[in-house]
């Protein structure tokens, strides 16, 4: 059974950092790109980053270029991504999401529970 | 780049009705690439249907999707009480790689 499990969110204070991981099980994880989708308090679903497979590709969306990085560890299964600068629009549940087949990367089929994270002072 | 528009924004219906759900895109777009979720609260979202209209595994086949170039439609036929939640649509595209949502249609129980 595939299984994405997220933590490291919490409470941070404006101009922090936070990094957020996804531990990964049930499938081998190297062959998967991973990405990462946020959603704002009461808001609609947001695409944050993506990861290829073997880690050598990275995508951001705009509004968060050059403030967060993706990265991963194939040897442990597990996602990260680090942000940095927080601002009250990076409050938000973080889920990781995982593609349904390998090299289709079209859409997402696994979720995360998600991890909140919330910037406040 | 693309927007995804979503409509209406919240749908009103009883159960054993049907719902329409529709997402327009401000340019044409590849079907191959074209995704529903559903997303009850508290929960993760679901996906629905992928490539327009074929849909995910486990996925009852009350729920069907179509379309073409900027006009998508999601059809619930016959509503269960379990399926009043928030529904986005979403893009995949490849030049840069990225992925848009719509911002979502509520479907509440009437």
């Known amino acids: 059974e595939v299984q994405l499990v997220e933590s490291g969110g919490g409470l941070a204070p404006p101009g922090g950092s936070l990094t957020l991981s996804c531990i990964a099980s049930?499938?081998?994880?190297?062959?998967?790109?991973m990405n990462w989708v946020r959603q704002a308090p009461g808001k609609g679903l947001d695409w944050v980053s993506t990861i290829s497979a073997d880690g050598t590709g990275t995508w951001y969306a705009d509004s968060v270029k050059g403030r967060f990085t993706i990265s991963r560890d194939n040897s442990i299964n597990t996602l990260y991504l680090q942000i940095h600068s927080l601002s009250a629009e990076d409050t938000a549940v973080y889920y990781c999401?995982?593609?349904?087949?390998?090299?289709?990367?079209?859409?997402?089929?696994?979720w995360g529970q998600g991890t909140p994270a919330t910037v406040s002072s | 780049d693309i927007v995804l528009t979503q409509s209406p924004g919240t749908l009103s219906l009883s159960p054993g009705e049907r719902a329409t759900l529709s997402c327009r895109a401000s340019q044409s777009v590849s079907s191959t690439y074209f995704a529903w979720y559903q997303q009850k609260p508290g929960q993760a979202p679901r996906l629905l249907i992928y490539?327009?209209?074929s849909r995910a595994t486990g996925i009852p086949d009350r729920f069907s999707g179509s379309g073409s170039g900027t006009d998508f439609t999601l059809t619930i036929n016959r509503l269960e009480p379990e399926d009043f939640a928030v529904y986005y649509c979403q893009h995949f595209g490849t030049s840069p790689l990225r992925y848009t949502f719509g911002q979502g249609t509520k479907l509440e129980i009437k």
């Open positions: 999401a995982r593609p349904m087949v390998r090299g289709v990367v079209h859409f997402f089929e696994y």
């Open positions: 049930g499938f081998t994880f190297s062959d998967f790109a």
């Open positions: 490539g327009a209209s």
